[in-house]
Each structure stands twice: as structure tokens, then as C-alpha cells.
């Protein structure tokens, strides 16, 4: 009975969505350099600081272990792809006092938003690059490890980012990515019994398709980094629950009103089902016996010795 529960609870119902889906999606945009919101796109930024900031109080002490296990070391060149408010980068500072970190990242007010955030210990330590990992902004054959985090999932392009992450790593050097599969996105318990709730994840996949990114990307991303020219494919899962960290640190994950309103935004069609998820969520925390777990993968690849270019 146990394994039973936690099998349907674990596993979504969820679906690839079809080039004509695509097609129809409302607020549909191939042509964006990322899926993720764009400046002024979300209707309560403090909302989403909150929900990254305690995204990565939650999981980072494993995170950090496995990541030196993948080959992180404290006196490493690390570029960050998609470094956002900051917060990893924090992080990675305190992990690599005699290395540097290089943060790439397209959003401008998430880059100012780390500038006012961030103090390296050295000043040298640090270097923030406004650009897209799809572009060749920084200079080949530099980088000791290169790190990504929850990134690639809006990043139209997968195989070419990793080609071009491959591109600045040194010979030798480690590519990290974490990132998610909608299909094994973590569980509830007590589990709701909400029809809606695999609507409203099928409705986020197929947005975020439609924009380029890709919410079931962790079936894949192995077989991405080896076209892309990584060896030695590694992969770890990080599960996060309640019970390690704190429903209040979790919670703002399954704040859905805020993490599902630009996508009401542009199709009211979601309204309805979101707006009973939301309410379901909201009842969700608010129980006594509420336990949470996320689940996230680490994939590390390695660029042959041999690659230099």
C-alpha cells in the first residue's frame, strides 16, 4: 500500500506536448531568448525573490556536497550560467576562497539585484557578465567547472548551450547541471485528491514549450551532454522534504497564485484550474501533518582532454 501511494503521488500524468499544442498555446513565443519571466513579466517579483532565495537555503548543503564530489575544488575558475539574484553565487564564493566566479546572466534587474547582493571576498573574485549562454560572450578554454542550476529548462537550445558551455570549460573540466522533470517533480502527504493538479503542470509544460524551454528536460539531459561533446555522464538525485528543512522554507514553492499568474495572464482558460489548485495548496500547508519533498537532478559531464579549442 505504501510504495502504491507513493508511486501515484511521485509520478504525474504528464504529456509531451504535441507541435500543434505549441502552436496554440496562448502567449506562445519561440523567439524568446529564455522561457523564464522577463523583466516586468511577473506580477509580484518579491514573490519569486522569496520563492528562489529559499529555494537554495533548502537544498544547497547537498547540493555543495555533491558538487564537490562532481570535481568542484577551492581554488577553481567557476562560471555560473544563469546566476539570477545571486543567491547560489553567494554560495559558490564561500565554496572556492582562492578560485573566481564568472556569473553570465540575461535578466538585467536579476543582475542588478546581485551587484547589491553579492561581496567577494577579493576583488578579483568575482566578475558579473550580462549575455546568453547561447552566445560565445566569454572566452574559450577558461573555465575549470561551469555550473547550472534549474537554468536549461528555459534556455531554447539545449544541446547548443551545453556545445557552447563546453566551449569555455578548460580540458579536463566539469560541466554541473541541476535541473527538473515534471513527471518526478517530488510528492505531498497527505496526497489531495485534485484532478486539477495535473492540468495545471501539463499547462505550465506546455507554455513553457512554447517559449522555448523545456520542464521535462531531466529524461534527457544525459543524452544532451553527450551530443554535446561531455564524457564520463553522472547523475545524482537531491531530495529536499519538511521534515529536513521546514514546510515555511518549502512552502513557497506551492505558492501557485504567484508561481502560475503570468500564465493566467495570458490564457484564462487556466484560471479555473488554478485557481482551485492554489486553494487546495494553500489548505495543503496550512495542515498540521502536511509533509513536502522536492527532487531535483544533478547531471556532471567532463570535456575530454583532447577538446581544446
Same mark, same amino acid.
Given at each position: 500500500?505504501?510504495?502504491?501511494?507513493?508511486?501515484?503521488?511521485?509520478?504525474?500524468?504528464?504529456?509531451?506536448?504535441?507541435?500543434?499544442?505549441?502552436?496554440?498555446?496562448?502567449?506562445? &513565443?519561440?523567439?524568446?531568448?529564455?522561457?523564464?519571466?522577463?523583466?516586468?513579466?511577473?506580477?509580484?517579483?518579491?514573490?519569486?525573490?522569496?520563492?528562489?532565495?529559499?529555494?537554495?537555503?533548502?537544498?544547497?548543503?547537498?547540493?555543495?556536497?555533491?558538487?564537490?564530489? +562532481?570535481?568542484?575544488?577551492?581554488?577553481?575558475?567557476?562560471?555560473?550560467?544563469?546566476?539570477?539574484?545571486?543567491?547560489?553565487?553567494?554560495?559558490?564564493?564561500?565554496?572556492?576562497?582562492?578560485?573566481?566566479?564568472?556569473? =553570465?546572466?540575461?535578466?538585467?534587474?536579476?543582475?542588478?539585484?546581485?551587484?547589491?547582493?553579492?561581496?567577494?571576498?577579493?576583488?578579483?573574485?568575482?566578475?558579473?557578465?550580462?549575455?546568453?549562454?547561447?552566445?560565445?560572450? =566569454?572566452?574559450?578554454?577558461?573555465?575549470?567547472?561551469?555550473?547550472?542550476?534549474?537554468? =536549461?529548462?528555459?534556455?531554447? /537550445?539545449?544541446?547548443?548551450?551545453?556545445?557552447?558551455?563546453?566551449?569555455?570549460?578548460?580540458?579536463?573540466?566539469?560541466?554541473?547541471?541541476?535541473?527538473?522533470?515534471?513527471?518526478?517533480?517530488?510528492?505531498?502527504?497527505?496526497?489531495?485528491?485534485?484532478?486539477?493538479?495535473?492540468?495545471?503542470?501539463?499547462?505550465?509544460?506546455?507554455?513553457?514549450?512554447?517559449?522555448? /524551454?523545456?520542464?521535462?528536460?531531466?529524461?534527457?539531459?544525459?543524452?544532451?551532454?553527450?551530443?554535446?561533446?561531455?564524457?564520463?555522464?553522472?547523475?545524482?538525485?537531491?531530495?529536499?522534504?519538511?521534515?529536513?528543512?521546514?514546510?515555511?522554507?518549502?512552502?513557497?514553492?506551492?505558492?501557485?497564485?504567484?508561481?502560475?499568474?503570468?500564465?493566467?495572464?495570458?490564457?484564462?482558460?487556466?484560471?479555473?484550474?488554478?485557481?482551485?489548485?492554489?486553494?487546495?495548496?494553500?489548505?495543503?500547508?496550512?495542515?498540521? &501533518?502536511?509533509?513536502?519533498?522536492?527532487? +531535483?537532478?544533478?547531471?556532471?559531464?567532463?570535456?575530454?582532454?583532447?577538446?581544446?579549442?
Amino acid at each position: 500500500m505504501t510504495t502504491q501511494t507513493v508511486t501515484q503521488t511521485v509520478t504525474q500524468t504528464v504529456t509531451e506536448p504535441t507541435a500543434e499544442q505549441i502552436d496554440q498555446t496562448p502567449g506562445a &513565443d519561440i523567439s524568446r531568448p529564455s522561457s523564464y519571466y522577463k523583466p516586468g513579466e511577473h506580477h509580484a517579483p518579491e514573490n519569486e525573490i522569496h520563492r528562489l532565495r529559499q529555494q537554495v537555503a533548502a537544498s544547497w548543503a547537498k547540493e555543495a556536497r555533491i558538487l564537490r564530489e +562532481f570535481g568542484l575544488t577551492e581554488d577553481a575558475d567557476v562560471l555560473e550560467i544563469g546566476s539570477g539574484p545571486g543567491y547560489i553565487s553567494e554560495r559558490l564564493l564561500e565554496e572556492i576562497p582562492a578560485g573566481t566566479l564568472t556569473c =553570465l546572466e540575461l535578466n538585467e534587474d536579476l543582475i542588478e539585484h546581485a551587484r547589491g547582493h553579492l561581496t567577494p571576498a577579493r576583488e578579483d573574485q568575482l566578475n558579473i557578465v550580462q549575455g546568453s549562454v547561447l552566445e560565445p560572450v =566569454l572566452p574559450a578554454d577558461s573555465f575549470d567547472l561551469a555550473h547550472a542550476r534549474l537554468v =536549461l529548462q528555459h534556455v531554447p /537550445g539545449t544541446v547548443e548551450a551545453l556545445t557552447e558551455i563546453h566551449r569555455t570549460l578548460r580540458p579536463g573540466g566539469k560541466v554541473v547541471v541541476t535541473d527538473v522533470d515534471d513527471a518526478l517533480w517530488g510528492l505531498l502527504h497527505p496526497q489531495p485528491d485534485l484532478p486539477e493538479w495535473d492540468e495545471v503542470v501539463n499547462l505550465r509544460i506546455q507554455l513553457q514549450k512554447s517559449r522555448g /524551454g523545456n520542464r521535462l528536460l531531466g529524461r534527457e539531459l544525459g543524452q544532451f551532454m553527450k551530443a554535446a561533446g561531455f564524457t564520463d555522464i553522472k547523475v545524482e538525485a537531491v531530495a529536499i522534504s519538511s521534515e529536513e528543512v521546514g514546510m515555511d522554507v518549502l512552502a513557497p514553492q506551492l505558492n501557485i497564485r504567484s508561481r502560475t499568474a503570468a500564465m493566467v495572464a495570458v490564457n484564462p482558460a487556466a484560471e479555473r484550474p488554478c485557481a482551485v489548485v492554489a486553494d487546495a495548496m494553500d489548505a495543503f500547508v496550512a495542515r498540521p &501533518d502536511a509533509s513536502m519533498m522536492l527532487v +531535483f537532478f544533478m547531471f556532471s559531464g567532463t570535456k575530454p582532454q583532447a577538446d581544446a579549442r
